[in-house]
């Protein structure tokens, strides 16, 4: 034990959101009884990567007595974290959102299209559940069970201006950042999610810029993980519109081709 800084997590601000888990690779902070929580000192680096993540300003590092920071006990807590079974989302075993309630699962009816009318008018959305960021969508949630699934780089919809009708309608959607956030979750996120719901297609949207062939890559894995069988429709957007278009074939064809 020693003096040494480390996180300190404000119980009165945190709203339980979990912004702040994926931010930390140690995987130190986690969500508990709706409120994040340090699970062991001995976990936190102390450098605090996670306080930027917070929407409500809970999170500071203190200077305070505590045990070292120990690397080799987080290499080993993330080992067994990866191969732990994963218990249902508390959000479907309660019906209750356990943190923010803006991540609480809810589905919407698909719109109805007014009848044809020379008067143009707002166009209307197709989206039909919330959430949609894909660290928020619990692999279980009902909207993804044998769903034709869209996984979407968040900066598409802003270059493509029929997004809902031409990309979203009849899909259910999540959508990620491949830039900013951790691929390596996303890759465990959709293996599982794939596992579970089972879904009919698969159908992804990225930017043409290198690092958002990211996100191609953690659903290839994925889907080679979880569901060889399924190929996987690629489409590669360019800053004007622009879409270029292509199948990933099913894991299991490529390793027979290559076995010919």
């Known amino acids: ?3 040494r800084k480390i996180i300190k997590i404000d119980e009165d601000l945190c709203d339980g959101c979990g912004e702040c888990v994926p931010s930390c690779e140690e995987g130190a902070l986690q969500i508990i009884d709706g409120k ?10 102390g450098l605090g990567a996670c306080l930027g993540e917070c929407p409500q300003g809970a999170l500071t590092i203190e ?10 006990a987080v290499d080993e807590f993330l080992q067994s974290e990866k191969g732990a079974p994963k218990s249902p989302s508390p959000l ?4 209750v959102p356990h943190g923010c309630p ?4 809810r589905t919407m009816a698909a719109p109805v299209a007014p009848a044809a009318s020379s008067v143009p008018g707002p166009q209307l959305s197709s989206l039909t559940h919330w959430p949609v960021q894909l660290m928020l969508v619990p692999p279980q949630a009902p909207f993804l069970a044998e769903s034709d699934l869209l996984i979407c780089a968040d900066c598409v919809p802003f270059t493509v201006p029929d997004f809902h009708s031409r990309f979203l309608t009849g899909r259910s959607v999540v959508v990620a950042c491949p830039k900013l956030d951790n691929l390596d979750l996303y890759r465990e996120k959709l293996k599982e999610m794939f596992a579970v719901a089972r879904p009919t297609s698969i159908t992804v949207l990225r930017m043409e810029v290198p690092c958002c062939g990211g996100i191609v890559d953690a659903v290839l894995k994925a889907r080679d993980a979880s569901l060889p069988h399924m190929p996987i429709v690629i489409h590669t957007m360019d800053i004007r519109g622009g879409d270029r278009r292509e199948v990933a074939q099913a894991a299991q064809d490529n390793k027979a081709q290559g076995a010919s």
Do not use: N, P, Q, W
């Not at 479907?92 to 019906?95: D, I, K, P, R, S």
């Not at 803006?102 to 699962?105: D, E, I, N, Q, R």
């Open 1 to 3: 034990m020693g003096m």
């Open 36 to 45: 994040a929580k340090l699970v062991k000192d001995i976990y936190c680096d």
């Open 63 to 72: 200077e305070r007595e505590a045990a070292e920071f120990d690397e080799k």
């Open 92 to 95: 479907l075993a309660t019906g």
């Open 102 to 105: 803006g991540s609480a699962l």
